[in-house]
Every structure is written in C-alpha cells, then in structure tokens.
C-alpha cells in the first residue's frame, strides 16, 4: 500500500493524504504557491509563457487547476495526452460558461436598475 493511503493514526478509514502527491496537485499547498509564482512573475512580464511538466501534466483535476492559475501549457508522458487534452477542452468550455453566467447576471442587474 503506498504511503499516502496509510491511515491517520487513531482516525480509522481517514486516509494521510486524499490522492498520490505524485500524480494530483495539492491546490492548498503547492497550488497556492504556483498561484503566487505565476501572479508576480505575469505583474513583471505579463507574456511570460508558464507551464507544467510531468505526471501532473496528464490528470484531468490538475489540468483545471493549471488552466484556472493562467498556465500556458501542461505536458505529460504521451499516454496521458488523450486525457490531458479533453481536460483542457473542459476546463475551457467551463471558463466560458462561468463567464456567460456572470455576464448574464450584469445584464439582470442593470435591467433591474433600468427600472427603478
């Protein structure tokens, strides 16, 4: 059994880490601090081109997380390009769609205004 699937002592069932930190990006730590990295380094050359590499690369929750942070690119080993590449589709379909749903509640919020 890998280490990360050990047990937190006393808490039975409860799992030291939620996935293998090896293939999924832990948003709390090292998602944050790629967050920071990628923020000032685009306030200094905002072109910058950033990307990821490795086995992060190819895991769908992770090309979200890198497509949401503004990263130009992920690569993975080839096996994994399939995968990446739908997760990148998807994690561009649903930017736009989060950004229809906040141009749509300005236009209700301005009709409101409009009629008061």
């Known amino acids: 059994m890998a280490d990360y699937l050990e047990e937190v ?3 039975e069932g409860t799992p030291i880490l939620k996935a293998n ?3 999924v990006l832990d948003r709390e ?4 601090l790629m ?3 990628v923020q000032k380094a685009r306030s200094v050359k905002p ?4 990307g990821i590499c490795g086995e992060h690369g190819g895991e769908p929750s992770s090309v979200w997380f890198c497509h949401e942070i503004g990263l130009n ?3 993975c080993s080839a096996f994994r390009v399939p995968v990446a590449r739908l997760a990148a589709a998807q994690a561009a379909v649903r930017e736009e ?3 229809e749903k906040v141009a749509q509640r300005r236009r209700r919020k301005d009709l409101v205004e409009v009629r008061d």
């Open 9 to 11: 002592p006393g808490k």
């Open 21 to 23: 930190p090896f293939e």
């Open 29 to 32: 730590g090292v998602g944050e």
């Open 35 to 37: 967050r920071l990295c």
């Open 47 to 50: 072109d910058l081109e950033i």
């Open 73 to 75: 690119y992920v690569s």
């Open 97 to 99: 769609r989060e950004k």
